[in-house]
């Protein structure tokens, strides 16, 4: 009698097919270096972006298309001059660049050490569920504690679209040329 966990459990000749051993052989993971700088160009693009589309959302509604980034501007520098002016959307559009990048480069690190190689369905889904669980932490844990009125101004419709968009932007942007899939057939 064989034992379940043994070695020797699958009688001669009726091994595992070839794709189920292909399916539970780890798969290859990327540099790590590689995948953060494609998260942090994806992130910062991503960002670009969603923003955009944001501004264009809140233009159409019959608001000021930076006024958003004035908002996170102002409680960034606590002056209300300032904050009005380029100044201030300058302050605020750096500042969702560098947080976009800042992110960008996290989901790298997820992709790399957790996910590893996967194709662009795959990358673009994970990429959509980080965006959308990066909206959660950001709406409900940082800006509901940093600036709570700064999401007022928006649908919120909207805004869980853009950071879906963003991820989508990371999960197609944000694999290096060392996490692609080699072509079938090779």
Do not use: N
Not at 97 to 110: D, N, P, V
Not at 173 to 185: D, E, V
């Amino acid at each position: 009698m064989h034992s379940d966990d043994g070695a020797g459990y699958w009688p001669a000749g009726r091994g595992l097919s070839p794709k189920i051993e292909q399916f539970l052989t780890p798969r290859a993971r990327p540099p790590t270096g590689d995948a953060v700088i494609s998260g942090v160009k994806a992130g910062a693009a991503g960002s670009v972006i969603a923003a955009v589309g944001l501004m264009w959302v809140y233009a159409s509604g019959g608001g000021e298309a930076t006024m958003p980034a004035r908002i996170l501007a102002l409680r960034l520098l606590g002056d209300a001059h300032l904050a009005s002016g380029g100044l201030g959307i300058v302050t605020g559009g750096l500042a969702c660049l560098m947080a976009g990048a800042a992110f960008g480069a996290l989901f790298g690190l997820i992709m790399s050490r957790l996910i590893g190689r996967v194709g662009t369905l795959m990358a673009v889904g994970v990429g959509t569920i980080y965006g959308i669980l990066l909206w959660i932490v950001i709406q409900f844990v940082v800006v509901a504690y940093a600036a709570p009125d700064l999401l007022m101004l928006y649908d919120q419709r909207a805004l869980v679209l853009s950071f879906g968009v963003y991820g989508v932007c990371l999960g197609l942007m944000g694999r290096s040329r060392s996490t692609a899939l080699p072509p079938f057939g090779t």
